[in-house]
């Protein structure tokens, strides 16, 4: 953590959070809405503004309707939270990815066209004052006193949060994951925020979905992995998933029903990518794309595909492909 006199000084380590599977109820939690953005840390300071990747990397360059915010905020602070690009009521990935890559006039013309929020869940720093000792509901506190102060407006948001469990677990519901809520973050009341440490949990929303098996890597007669897709209303079979390492029992039970394809498969001259955002190319072998597996996956799903790998859970033999929701439907489908 930089730090220069009780100035914080990019690049920071955020504080993060563990994966649970069950949301954890007891007394002193507060629970916020888990966005699918790129996590930031935001430098307002007129002087010197300031937009830090996660990973320290300065995004600045490519959202300058954000740090013109964070300048002309009329105090000094040092933000945590989410970055986000929202059209048509929900959130939109990939023009937020998109917009990354600019800089520039092609950096203004796309903050003109799609334009982001900042959705702020945390504070380090106000003026001269480095915040992160206090408890998180002293943090949250100061936090909702410069949005009423400053009677902040787009491109602001104030993150929801509850102390509600009840009321939290509605995030978990992948009806959320349409709007670009992904699940939740649990913090403590009385926790201060520690820069790199894994001191807040969290879910992610969870749903069930179906697709083809278009390909695998490893041996077709025992794969390590799948390649899933689905075909669209003209026919074409489209990747829609990876899977992580599927189980040995489920491996033992692919073996057998998967069919080597011929060099007519659709896939047989496609790259795919290890990895969304990656460049390594996936090695994989095309089968005949005619057995349906159920899948689980988090609602992190752009453009017609699921992002993050799911987990294969069983084999769907009542089904057909054609059975299967066309391209590219989505997690509520």
């Known amino acids: 953590m930089g730090e220069n006199g009780r100035r914080l000084v990019p690049p920071i380590s955020p ?16 629970y916020e809405a888990k966005w699918d953005g790129y996590r930031v840390l935001l430098f307002a300071r007129p002087d010197a503004p300031h937009l830090q990747s996660r990973r320290g990397n300065d995004l600045g360059p490519g959202f300058p309707d954000i740090l013109r915010a964070a300048a002309e905020l009329g105090e000094e602070a040092v933000f945590d939270g989410e970055l986000v690009v929202i059209e048509e009521g929900a959130v939109n990935f990939a023009a937020l990815q998109s917009r990354a890559q600019r800089t520039g006039r092609r950096a203004e013309a796309a903050a003109a066209a799609h334009p982001a929020h900042f959705i702020a869940f945390d504070l380090l720093q ?15 506190a100061l936090l909702e006193e410069i949005f009423t ?17 009840d009321r939290a677990s509605e995030w978990l519901d992948p009806a959320w994951g349409a709007v670009g809520v992904e699940g939740m973050v649990v913090k403590g009341l009385g926790q201060p925020y520690r820069p790199g440490e894994r001191g807040w949990r969290k879910l992610r929303a969870r749903a069930t979905a179906d697709a083809v098996v278009g390909a695998v890597t490893g041996p077709v007669t025992s794969p390590d992995a799948l390649l899933l ?5 003209e026919g074409e079979l489209l990747m829609v998933a990876q899977s992580a390492p599927v189980t040995n ?4 039970e692919l073996g057998p029903l998967l069919t080597p394809a011929g060099p007519d498969h659709p896939w ?3 790259q795919f990518r290890s990895g969304w955002g990656t ?6 072998r095309c089968v005949v794309p005619e057995l349906v597996v159920e899948f689980e996956a988090d609602v992190a799903f752009d453009a017609g595909r699921w992002r993050h790998p799911v987990q294969a859970r069983r084999i769907r033999a009542e089904l057909a492909p054609e059975d299967v929701p066309h391209f590219p439907a989505g997690p509520a489908d």
């Not at 504080?15 to 507060?30: E, F, K, Q, S």
């Not at 602001?156 to 102390?163: E, K, N, Q, R, V």
């Not at 897709?229 to 209303?233: E, L, T």
């Open 279 to 284: 460049r390594d190319i996936l090695a994989h």
């Open 149 to 165: 102060r400053r009677d902040l407006q787009s491109p602001w948001a104030l993150c929801p949060m509850t102390t509600d469990p």
């Open 268 to 270: 047989t001259d496609v």
């Open 126 to 140: 106000l003026d001269d004052e480095l915040t992160m000792t206090r408890p998180y509901r002293e943090r949250r």
């Open 15 to 30: 504080m993060t959070a563990r994966t649970v599977d069950v949301p954890p109820r007891a007394p002193g939690l507060a």
């Open 229 to 233: 897709g689905r075909y669209d209303a």
């Open 249 to 252: 029992v489920l491996r033992r």
